[in-house]
T-cell receptor, first 120, second 110 residues
Framework: NAGVTQTPKFRILKIGQSMTLQCAQDMNHNYMYWYRQDPGMGLKLIYYSVGAGITDKGEVPNGYNVSRSTTEYFPLRLELAAPSQTSVYFC???????????????????FGPGTRLTVL | GQSLEQPSEVTAVEGAIVQINCTYQTSGFYGLSWYQQHDGGAPTFLSYNGLDGLEETGRFSSFLSRSDSYGYLLLQELQMKDSASYFCALQGNNFNKFYFGSGTKLNVKP
């Protein structure tokens, strides 16, 4: 199993350009997430999906769009890139979450290696 | 809203025990998770507390007290490879959403 894979690893964009960050998982997870991590900070949820065709906004969705046509793929689209979108982007996946349980078996998120994006 | 506070940096000696605290403010949540992240790497899951009390996984333990709005991660028998950043994350009322703290950088010295 490759787990969660992301492409590209690095990208430099000019202000106003657009791009799509790719994310794929081969664990047959229903749930997928996109986070951004600014230097020295924690992760902030951009969008998430609980299954093909179902997406919802996270904490910081402005400037981004997502789609989920299959279980495996969850691309993140940046339209009109801005310097504020310079960050490291992580995709993650999980089994359907089962909150409130004592242990973590159904509440673990598996992260991809990240995409480092710079907008100049 | 949700907010979490962690110390920014902790230093400990190889073989020692270290506790990383996480205090939070929330309007409601389902559980508290802990993740480890090495420099330049992806976060990896360590532990989850959906109930109050202690969860133990090998050298790592995590604790949650809802009445005190407080949790901690305990690392025992520290090894050099434990040098990393550690994040607590609240699983919010919409249990599909996780809110991360800013992380604690752990430096393990020989």
């Amino acid at each position: 199993n490759a787990g969660v894979t992301q492409t590209p690893k690095f990208r430099i964009l000019k202000i106003g350009q657009s791009m799509t960050l790719q994310c794929a998982q081969d664990m047959n997870h229903n749930y997928m997430y996109w986070y951004r991590q600014d230097p020295g900070m924690g992760l902030k949820l951009i969008y998430y999906s609980v299954g093909a065709g179902i997406t919802d906004k996270g904490e910081v969705p402005n400037g981004y769009n997502v789609s989920r046509s299959t279980t495996e793929y969850f691309p993140l689209r940046l339209e009109l890139a801005a310097p504020s979108q310079t960050s490291v982007y992580f995709c993650a996946s999980s089994y359907p979450l089962r909150p409130g349980l004592a242990g973590g078996q159904f509440n673990e998120q598996f992260f991809g290696p990240g995409t480092r994006l710079t907008v100049l | 809203g949700q907010s979490l506070e962690q110390p920014s940096e902790v230093t400990a000696v190889e073989g020692a025990i270290v506790q990383i605290n996480c205090t939070y403010q929330t309007s409601g949540f389902y559980g508290l998770s802990w993740y480890q992240q090495h420099d330049g790497g992806a976060p990896t899951f360590l532990s989850y507390n959906g109930l109050d009390g202690l969860e133990e996984t090998g050298r790592f333990s995590s604790f949650l007290s809802r009445s005190d709005s407080y949790g901690y991660l305990l690392l025992q028998e520290l090894q050099m490879k434990d040098s990393a950043s550690y994040f607590c994350a609240l699983q919010g009322n919409n249990f599909n959403k996780f809110y991360f703290g800013s992380g604690t950088k752990l430096n393990v010295k020989p």
